[in-house]
């Protein structure tokens, strides 16, 4: 399962949650039971290694 990293707009409250694809994402904040939360999305951690990629395979 996924973790996904919520935060709150109103008391700024920054927490994780494991959850599937499949469920809702959270609205309400456990802390001051705002319906205020957000889905935070940061930098994916892809690097790609190896031949076959264009970075790698581009002229000498």
Same mark, same amino acid.
């Given at each position: 399962?996924?973790?996904?990293?919520?935060?709150?707009? /109103?008391?700024?409250?920054?927490?994780?949650?494991?959850?599937?694809?499949?469920?809702?994402?959270?609205?309400?904040?456990?802390?001051?039971?705002?319906?205020?939360?957000?889905?935070?999305?940061?930098?994916?951690?892809?690097?790609?290694?190896?031949?076959?990629?264009?970075? /790698?395979?581009?002229?000498?």
């Amino acid at each position: 399962m996924p973790v996904y990293v919520y935060q709150c707009k /109103n008391c700024d409250h920054v927490f994780e949650q494991h959850q599937s694809f499949a469920e809702d994402a959270l609205r309400t904040c456990p802390k001051c039971k705002q319906e205020t939360l957000r889905k935070k999305f940061g930098q994916v951690g892809v690097v790609f290694k190896g031949s076959g990629f264009y970075a /790698n395979d581009k002229g000498k």
